[in-house]
């Protein structure tokens, strides 16, 4: 089984910053794509940030310029780096790993459980 457990998040100030991290856990041959999505009551789930495993990037236009992903391979970890918040940032936030358990086997897609990030204005 693959666990994928998020830390950080929390309240920020508008113009503020936070840091999340997702490390991936359980056994698997490798993690392809990582990122972040979010999700604020009463929409729908969106992409925040994508990134390879070799280090290659992609954001949401909202968050270009103001939110950073990266990883660490020898982790099993994705970070996202958030500055500059603004209320409408406000949602939980999800990690996403898409593993291939064995060398054979297509990649899967794995969610960690969400951690909430509240924007005071």
């Known amino acids: 089984q693959v666990q994928l457990v998020e830390s950080g998040g929390g309240l920020v100030q508008a113009g503020g910053s936070l840091s999340l991290s997702c490390a991936a856990s359980?056994?698997?041959?490798?993690?392809?794509?990582m990122g972040w999505s979010r999700q604020a009551p009463g929409k729908q789930r969106e992409l925040v940030a994508g990134?390879?495993?070799?280090?290659?990037?992609n954001y949401a236009d909202s968050v270009k310029g103001r939110f950073t992903i990266s990883r660490d391979n020898a982790k099993n970890t994705v970070y996202l780096q958030m500055n500059n918040l603004k209320p409408e940032d406000a949602a939980v936030y999800y990690c996403?790993?898409?593993?291939?358990?064995?060398?054979?086997?297509?990649?899967?897609?794995?969610w960690g459980q969400g951690t909430q990030v509240t924007v005071s204005s």
């Open positions: 996403n790993a898409n593993v291939r358990r064995r060398s054979w086997v297509s990649a899967s897609t794995y």
């Open positions: 359980g056994s698997f041959y490798s993690i392809e794509t």
């Open positions: 990134i390879t495993s070799v280090g290659m990037t």
